[in-house]
């Protein structure tokens, strides 16, 4: 007797006689823009204890740094795509699954500033105390990341979710941007007062709060067209989207193949 076995489709169940259990994943994108969600904050939050200077940029500089170079922190290459990623999770998946990554992010920074504080407490082999110094301002710089980038994100957020109420699926550039201002503006102040206050002088904090507040904001806003072309093939590419004016792509089958 000549038996085969159908392949499973994706309405298939995931167990049966002889077949292991699994739960079963949506067809989604949402996992993994969470996943480089969390990644860049990671990596911003630990490369923001480097302060470094960047270009002398005229009339910026005279006002602020009396004709020096502008101040930076490692942050500045990667956390403005935290933002962007946080955008478009607003924007696509709603406030609900846009808190839900903002607070796994907040849980993965807490478990950073634990990590780096224990690591901090052992006794170092010989030629490996450089960690040491290296760890002993990233509790405090941790502590300053996970503050700001709760207060910021989740303002960021409310403000794309809320707009979008009120404008469906029109003006996103406009709400994008708002967005951007607002929640870069109150995580920048929050960050550079948290970590660096008392470290720098009052005047080297003021200049760069101001420098990275412009710095970032600018990235993101001119990122917004890749933001929106992103957003936009989401929208048409994630099954459970609905709105006027996108239709769902999905896979074909045997009935309209």
Same mark, same amino acid.
């Given at each position: 007797?000549?038996?085969?076995?159908?392949?499973?489709?994706?309405?298939?169940?995931?167990?049966?006689?002889?077949?292991?259990?699994?739960?079963?994943v949506p067809a989604s994108?949402?996992?993994?823009?969470?996943?480089?969600?969390?990644?860049?904050?990671?990596?911003?939050?630990?490369?923001?204890?480097?302060?470094?200077?960047?270009?002398?940029?005229?009339?910026?500089?005279?006002?602020?740094?009396?004709?020096?170079?502008?101040?930076?922190?490692g942050g500045a290459f990667?956390?403005?795509?935290?933002?962007?990623?946080?955008?478009?999770?607003?924007?696509?998946?709603?406030? #609900?699954?846009? @808190? @839900?990554?903002?607070?796994?992010?907040?849980?993965?920074?807490?478990?950073?500033?634990?990590?780096?504080?224990?690591?901090?407490?052992?006794?170092?082999?010989?030629?490996?105390? %450089?960690?040491?110094?290296?760890?002993?301002?990233?509790?405090?710089?941790?502590?300053?990341?996970?503050?700001?980038?709760? %207060?910021?994100?989740?303002?960021?957020?409310?403000?794309?979710? @809320?707009?979008?109420?009120?404008?469906?699926?029109?003006? %996103?550039?406009?709400?994008?941007?708002?967005?951007?201002?607002?929640?870069?503006?109150?995580?920048?102040?929050?960050?550079?007062?948290?970590?660096?206050?008392?470290?720098?002088?009052?005047?080297?904090?003021?200049?760069?709060?101001?420098?990275?507040?412009?710095?970032?904001?600018?990235?993101?806003?001119?990122?917004?067209? %890749?933001?929106?072309?992103?957003? #936009?093939?989401?929208?048409?590419?994630?099954?459970?989207?609905?709105?006027?004016?996108?239709?769902?792509?999905?896979?074909?089958?045997?009935?309209?193949?």
């Amino acid at each position: 007797m000549n038996t085969t076995t159908a392949p499973q489709s994706p309405e298939s169940p995931t167990s049966g006689p002889g077949t292991p259990a699994h739960a079963r994943v949506p067809a989604s994108h949402y996992d993994i823009f969470v996943g480089v969600f969390v990644a860049l904050l990671i990596l911003s939050g630990v490369t923001a204890a480097k302060l470094f200077y960047g270009p002398t940029v005229p009339v910026l500089s005279d006002v602020f740094y009396g004709g020096g170079p502008l101040i930076f922190d490692g942050g500045a290459f990667l956390f403005p795509f935290v933002y962007i990623i946080g955008d478009i999770l607003a924007e696509v998946y709603g406030w #609900r699954r846009a @808190r @839900r990554a903002i607070v796994l992010g907040f849980a993965m920074l807490v478990l950073a500033a634990l990590t780096y504080t224990v690591v901090s407490w052992t006794t170092p082999v010989e030629g490996f105390e %450089v960690w040491d110094q290296a760890l002993s301002p990233m509790l405090r710089i941790t502590v300053a990341g996970f503050v700001a980038f709760l %207060v910021g994100s989740l303002v960021n957020a409310t403000i794309v979710v @809320r707009l979008k109420e009120r404008m469906r699926e029109r003006h %996103v550039a406009f709400r994008l941007i708002l967005s951007t201002v607002v929640g870069q503006f109150i995580d920048t102040l929050i960050f550079c007062t948290i970590a660096f206050a008392g470290e720098i002088s009052l005047l080297e904090l003021a200049n760069y709060t101001i420098t990275g507040f412009l710095y970032k904001t600018a990235v993101e806003i001119l990122i917004v067209p %890749v933001t929106l072309a992103v957003i #936009r093939v989401l929208k048409r590419h994630e099954p459970t989207y609905r709105a006027p004016g996108f239709e769902v792509e999905r896979p074909a089958t045997a009935a309209t193949a």
